[in-house]
């Protein structure tokens, strides 16, 4: 995210709640995930050595991306830090990002002008030729328009088997560091929640996407 929000021009940009609430959500996940993987790879060697962890990566590429290198993806990994911006990137797209940009969907699209799902008329190739009526023409229909809110309200709305981020009830890691590595990412998340509901407590429109509290832990609609 930190490359994406500069490679846009948003560094300086007032009251971007999505940029501040995800970079900060982004370094918690990225000290977390260093951490962890520091506990296993001590050295760049066992990286370039671990023979698994390269078929992964490769298979990613080939398979997932259709071995496009256009698209950014890795096709191998040198070095422990690669393997850990790879790793937070994955966490943090499947949770932070994909509540921003899913979770809000009903917010923005459920006043149907804001994202109409269709058009019945072409739309005006000259300006200031479009009237109340020709708008109000050219907008959809009420049944459609409800097709269109009704699957924003799904999409939407929080699943029923809802898992906040870093919550792990499958309990992979039985070693102590890794446990207590868990638990501070936890308590991270806990109080960077904290700090988001007392800056919307003073917002008219709450920014609540980045909230871990509201994140789910991974893609799941």
């Keep these: 995210m930190p490359e994406d929000i500069t490679a846009r021009g948003l560094e300086s940009v007032p009251n971007n709640y999505y940029r501040d609430d995800g970079l900060k959500l982004w370094d918690i996940i990225h000290r977390f995930v260093e951490e962890v993987i520091s506990f296993y790879y001590k050295s760049d060697s066992e990286v370039r050595e671990d023979q698994e962890l390269q078929n992964w ?47 809000g969907q009903y917010d923005y699209g459920g006043w149907m002008p804001n994202t109409p799902i269709s058009l019945q008329r072409p739309p005006p190739t000259t300006k200031g030729q479009s009237t109340e009526s020709t708008m109000l023409e050219t907008l959809p229909d009420v049944g459609t328009t409800a097709q269109g809110m009704s699957t924003m309200w799904l999409l939407s709305k929080q699943s029923t088997d809802f898992l906040a981020l870093g919550q792990y009830p499958e309990e992979h890691f039985n070693e102590i560091p890794p446990c207590t590595m868990i638990q501070k990412f936890q308590t991270e998340l806990k109080v960077f929640s904290e700090t988001v509901n007392a800056r919307n407590s003073g917002l008219p429109v709450p920014y609540t996407y980045m909230d871990p509290a509201l994140v789910e832990n991974s893609v799941a609609i």
């Design 57 to 103: 990566i490769k298979d990613v590429f080939d398979h997932g991306f259709l071995a496009q290198e256009c698209t950014g993806i890795p096709q191998s990994f040198s070095t422990v830090p690669e393997v850990v911006k790879f790793v937070t990137v994955v966490i943090f797209t499947c949770s932070g990002q994909h509540s921003a940009v899913n979770s």
